[in-house]
């Protein structure tokens, strides 16, 4: 079993940075593919970066560019860091492991999700 905990969510202006945290505990050895997804209000839950085992990352076209996701494996804890910020991706952030199968986009692939946390962007 895996617990997942994000944190570093909050209100920003237009244009700001946060930074995500997303720690994992559990049966967990680093080798798994860790997910960031995001869901705004009436909308589907959408992948927003996910980096691999062996540090590979992938990036939604939305947030290539001004996000990027790191992982220390020592800790872990993955890292979501969001930069130029914008009234669009305003949502509840969710992280997500994958154990023991490659990087997917699709939310149905990942076996344990936190519960997420809130960025609010103001215009």
């Known amino acids: 079993q895996v617990q997942l905990v994000e944190s570093g969510g909050g209100s920003v202006q237009a244009g700001g940075s946060l930074r995500l945290s997303c720690v994992a505990s559990g049966s967990t050895d680093g080798r798994y593919c860790m997910g960031w997804f995001r869901q705004a209000p009436g909308k589907e839950r959408e992948g927003v970066a996910l980096?691999?085992?062996?540090?590979?990352?992938g990036y939604s076209l939305a947030v290539k560019g001004r996000f990027s996701i790191s992982k220390d494996n020592a800790k872990n804890t993955g890292y979501l860091q969001m930069d130029r910020l914008n009234h669009q991706d305003t949502a509840m952030y969710y992280c997500?492991?994958?154990?023991?199968?490659?990087?997917?986009?699709?939310?149905?692939?990942?076996?344990?999700w936190g519960q997420g946390t809130q960025v609010t962007v103001s215009a």
């Open positions: 997500a492991i994958r154990l023991y199968s490659g990087c997917s986009w699709s939310k149905g692939d990942f076996d344990y």
């Open positions: 980096i691999n085992g062996a540090g590979g990352t």
